[in-house]
């Protein structure tokens, strides 16, 4: 899981998993899409009651300014 993402992210990959939970067969792999949709779920509300932005999905080297050479 990356850390960048906006609360709209973090819902629509709570559906994603919601849905791959319900289209498995596979009691394990069930179990964890539905782990996986809680989590995002509870950092899409952690984000949203703190106020928290986060950084857009990109590589940390594009986020820093060039170091001087």
Same mark, same amino acid.
């Given at each position: ?26 009691a394990?792999?069930?179990?964890? &899409?539905?782990? %996986?949709? +809680?989590?995002? #779920?509870?950092? !899409?509300?952690?984000? $949203?009651? &703190?106020?928290? %932005?986060? +950084?857009?999905? #990109?590589?940390? !080297?594009e986020?820093? $300014?060039?170091?001087p050479?």
């Amino acid at each position: 899981m990356t850390n960048a993402l906006t609360r709209e992210e973090c819902l629509e990959r709570a559906h994603m998993h919601d849905q791959l939970a319900t289209a498995t067969a596979d009691a394990s792999a069930r179990m964890m &899409h539905q782990a %996986m949709a +809680a989590e995002f #779920r509870r950092r !899409a509300e952690t984000a $949203s009651v &703190h106020g928290i %932005m986060q +950084a857009p999905n #990109r590589p940390v !080297a594009e986020l820093c $300014s060039p170091v001087p050479g």
